[in-house]
């Protein structure tokens, strides 16, 4: 299993090297534009040598310790999707497409009954659900380091519980998910010589929901905590989107109204902004691995908690911006 972590992260690091110099067929640059926190051209392929990276790591524990992780629907999923997301950075296919892709792969997982098996209305909030993780990590990925940071947290923390659990190709899987996501972040870290892209974007958002519906089917961590693991970045999605809305914006449009947009934007830069949201990323995947074992009444408890705190760093962030001035 070491091994398998060992190539993931070394083909990762060395394929994300090479797409920062890569010409030609593999050269897909991400603009500046109004909703955007860079300042000049970067290759945006990283979402490449994640799938690479990763896909070769579990080759190796497939061959070498007979590890099968993923099934047939998922890799077929994740292939589809990334496919589609790949032809949208080169091409810009449109949000139908887009939509209508994320549509069939989830449901292909659904009825293929890769994931816990739903009916009625739960069908459509599971459905509904995955598609919004996958857009949610997308319009997140927004940073230098920060959707790669979140993978790294967010799935390290659900291979920690597996392994715990015993479920050893569960675990397998997540760490793979981190050892791609830190061998990205070799280039990816502030200041970012390579962005993933939503090829990368987009599939991490979608295992994302996987694992925190699987992790619940097999009582390895239940799904409001499984939500709290990657609560930075759902909470800031979902809030700022409800917003929008209530505020009778144009939502669909690129903007730069997300938190941690608004954190780099009042003076804290990258690399603080993202160093800071690390420590959230830690502390929401301690929390649920310190109250996975406690009683329902604990952990609703410990939600409300969080709940609590996240309230109080968005009114902290407003007041920031009112004032004009770095949090302190």
Not at 40 to 54: E, K, N, Q, V, Y
Not at 59 to 79: K, M, Q, R
Request: with cysteine.
């Amino acid at each position: 299993m070491l091994l398998a972590l060992a190539i993931t992260f070394t083909v990762t690091g060395f394929m994300s090297w090479w797409l920062t110099t890569a010409r030609g067929y593999w050269l897909a640059l991400d603009i500046p534009n109004e909703r955007s926190l860079h300042t000049r051209p970067t290759p945006r392929t990283g979402g490449i040598a994640i799938l690479l990276g990763a896909g070769t790591g579990l080759l190796a524990a497939w061959l070498w310790n007979g590890y099968t992780v993923v099934s047939l629907p998922l890799t077929t999923a994740v292939l589809v999707l990334a496919l589609i997301a790949l032809l949208d950075d080169r091409h810009t296919l449109g949000a139908g497409p887009r939509l209508l892709t994320q549509i069939g792969v989830v449901s292909l997982l659904l009825f293929t009954q890769q994931l816990p098996v739903f009916s009625g209305l739960a069908l459509i909030v599971t459905l509904l659900f995955l598609v919004w993780m996958i857009n949610l990590y997308n319009f997140m990925d927004g940073m230098d380091g920060f959707a790669a940071g979140m993978a790294v947290f967010g799935f390290g923390t659900f291979a920690l519980l597996a392994w715990q659990a015993g479920h050893l190709e569960f675990a397998l899987g997540c760490a793979v998910i981190v050892a791609a996501a830190a061998g990205f972040l070799l280039l990816n870290f502030p200041p970012a010589r390579l962005f993933m892209g939503d090829t990368g974007s987009t599939v991490l958002g979608l295992l994302a929901g996987v694992v925190i519906l699987y992790a619940h089917s097999e009582a390895i961590l239940p799904v409001w905590l499984g939500l709290l693991v990657f609560s930075p970045f759902i909470v800031d999605a979902s809030v700022t989107l409800a917003s929008r809305i209530l505020r009778g914006e144009q939502f669909w449009k690129p903007h730069k109204t997300h938190y941690y947009q608004r954190l780099v934007q009042i003076g804290w830069g990258h690399k603080r902004t993202v160093l800071a949201e690390y420590v959230l990323m830690s502390a929401a995947g301690a929390t649920a691995v310190v109250a996975a074992d406690q009683s329902m009444a604990r952990q609703t408890v410990i939600i409300a908690g969080w709940a609590v705190l996240y309230v109080i760093l968005i009114y902290l962030i407003h007041r920031a911006e009112q004032h004009r001035e770095p949090l302190s």
